[in-house]
């Protein structure tokens, strides 16, 4: 039952409806399967997402997971368990792209929490390409911000984005 309302969740709030079959693509259900799972949460990043909050005067109220096989990061609300705001990551995927290159990963948690700030996460009728892209650009724009009140240059921050592959969809 429990899967099945998170199902009903993410064809609703379309997250990554891209590529899906009967509206679940293979992401879908490792997004599923994921917050399903009892939590296996990192208590670095979420001391990082405790830190980048204290930093900029918020309630560190995300909760960070390890989610295997999403390729990828992702900000989610899970209406299951009190509207949760889960920040999931492909721990993984992203060691083998960035050799654990701390500025990166910083990166993308700021963005990641970028889009539970700016209310991206909140279900809403499909999104357009183009209010995806600057939802997008809303994310990179506050976490660009995070990463220069952390005390990053904009050299290092350029350089951060600029390691990031091209991405497969319309509106990254």
Do not use: W
Not at 86 to 100: P, Q, T
Not at 136 to 160: C, P, Q, R, V, W
């Amino acid at each position: 039952m429990k899967k099945l309302l998170l199902c009903i969740l993410l064809i609703s709030n379309s997250l990554y409806s891209q590529n899906s079959i009967c509206g679940l693509s293979p992401i879908d259900k490792s997004i599923i399967n994921c917050l399903a799972e009892s939590p296996s949460v990192n208590a670095f990043n979420n001391s990082l997402i405790k830190y980048i909050s204290e930093e900029i005067g918020i309630s560190p109220n995300f909760t960070f997971k390890y989610c295997a096989n999403i390729k990828n990061a992702a900000a989610i609300i899970n209406p299951l368990q009190n509207n949760t705001r889960y920040i999931l990551f492909d721990s993984d995927y992203f060691n083998n792209l960035y050799n654990s290159d701390k500025l990166s990963v910083l990166f993308i948690i700021a963005h990641e929490m970028g889009h539970h700030l700016n209310g991206h996460t909140i279900p809403k009728k499909h999104n357009n390409i183009y209010e995806l892209q600057q939802q997008e650009l809303e994310a990179d724009y506050f976490a660009g911000y995070i990463m220069f009140k952390l005390g990053a240059s904009e050299k290092n921050i350029i350089e951060t984005i600029n390691k990031f592959p091209n991405p497969q969809n319309d509106y990254s």
